[in-house]
């Protein structure tokens, strides 16, 4: 049973910057493509990024530039380091297995609780 903790939220001013990160645990032997998203109030969550385990990266395409998606597999943890912060990055950012790897016990599309991100002008 993967468990999925996120951290490095917080609120900070326009045009700064944050790295938040995904610790997977509880999933001994797995190893994950990992994924990012968000969600303001009253608005559908949305995919922000992903990354394959050997690597592979992908963006939302109006995210594109700011946002950068990274992982450490030997500690199952996702990272998005977020630049030049605007106040449209307020939301809550969850993190998400999605493919699964190294048995059946592994466990995709499970989320994490969200941190939350607030950007003030």
């Known amino acids: 049973k993967v468990q999925l903790v996120e951290s490095g939220g917080g609120s900070v001013q326009a045009g700064g910057s944050l790295r938040l990160s995904c610790a997977a645990s509880?999933?001994?032997?797995?190893?994950?493509?990992m994924s990012w998203h968000r969600q303001a109030p009253g608005k559908e969550r949305e995919f922000v990024s992903g990354?394959?385990?050997?690597?592979?990266?992908n963006y939302a395409d109006s995210l594109k530039g700011r946002f950068t998606i990274s992982h450490d597999n030997a500690k199952n943890t996702v990272y998005l380091q977020i630049n030049s912060l605007k106040p449209e990055d307020t939301a809550m950012y969850y993190c998400k297995t999605e493919g699964a790897y190294g048995g059946f016990w592994c466990q995709s599309s499970s989320w994490g609780q969200g941190t939350q991100v607030t950007v003030s002008s």
């Open positions: 509880g999933s001994t032997g797995c190893k994950y493509d």
């Open positions: 990354i394959s385990i050997d690597g592979r990266t």
